[in-house]
């Protein structure tokens, strides 16, 4: 099973733009940490970044037939972008959404995720944690996937 990981525009600024916001820690040490989990599961982890949107909507199409999960912090653009909820939707693919501040106790204009809903879920507002949350919550998904596949060859075979 297969992860991939991608992070959004300004997040490779992580541990150095508004550290009193999204703390010290940086993208490089979140991504060590998500590599650790991935080993102790026996999952491959691919992790992307980009500060632009149609290369996140490309990094999401090629995720097709390539991934089984994919956790997705598409950080401002979560606010605006159509195009990369559409990307989601259209790749059926189970998806995690993850912030590292709490966007509901910020700016208005943070409240509303547009790629929230087509997510599986969303975790905002447990810093750089929320990443290991996020993969726990990609493991519980894979588990139920899996268990569902075994119920429905057993009523084949009855
Ligand atoms: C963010 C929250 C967004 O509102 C903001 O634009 C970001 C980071 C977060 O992880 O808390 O860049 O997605």
């Known amino acids: 099973?297969?992860?991939?990981?991608?992070?959004?525009?300004?997040?490779?600024?992580?541990?150095?733009?508004?550290?009193?916001?999204?703390?010290?820690?940086?993208?490089?040490?979140?991504?060590?940490?998500?590599?650790?989990?991935a080993e102790q599961n026996k999952l491959d982890i691919e992790f992307f970044q980009s500060n632009l949107e149609g290369e996140?909507?490309?990094?999401?199409?090629?995720?097709?037939?390539?991934?089984?999960?994919?956790?997705?912090?598409?950080?401002?653009?979560?606010?605006?972008?159509?195009?990369i909820r559409d990307a989601i939707a259209a790749v059926q693919i189970p998806t995690i959404e993850v912030h590292v501040s709490n966007i509901y106790r910020r700016e208005e204009f943070r409240h509303k995720s547009v790629t929230a809903p087509v997510c599986n879920g969303q975790i905002s507002g447990f810093g750089p944690f929320g990443y290991h949350l996020a993969m726990i919550g990609m493991l519980?998904?894979?588990?139920?996937?899996?268990?569902l596949k075994e119920q429905q060859k057993q009523a084949q075979q009855n």
């Open 1 to 37: 099973m297969k992860i991939v990981v991608i992070h959004g525009p300004n997040l490779n600024m992580l541990g150095i733009r508004e550290q009193n916001i999204y703390g010290p820690m940086k993208l490089e040490e979140i991504n060590a940490q998500m590599k650790a989990v």
């Open 56 to 83: 996140i909507v490309d990094k999401i199409q090629e995720c097709l037939g390539d991934a089984d999960g994919i956790i997705i912090n598409p950080a401002a653009y979560s606010h605006t972008s159509i195009a």
């Open 140 to 147: 519980q998904i894979f588990n139920e996937i899996q268990a």
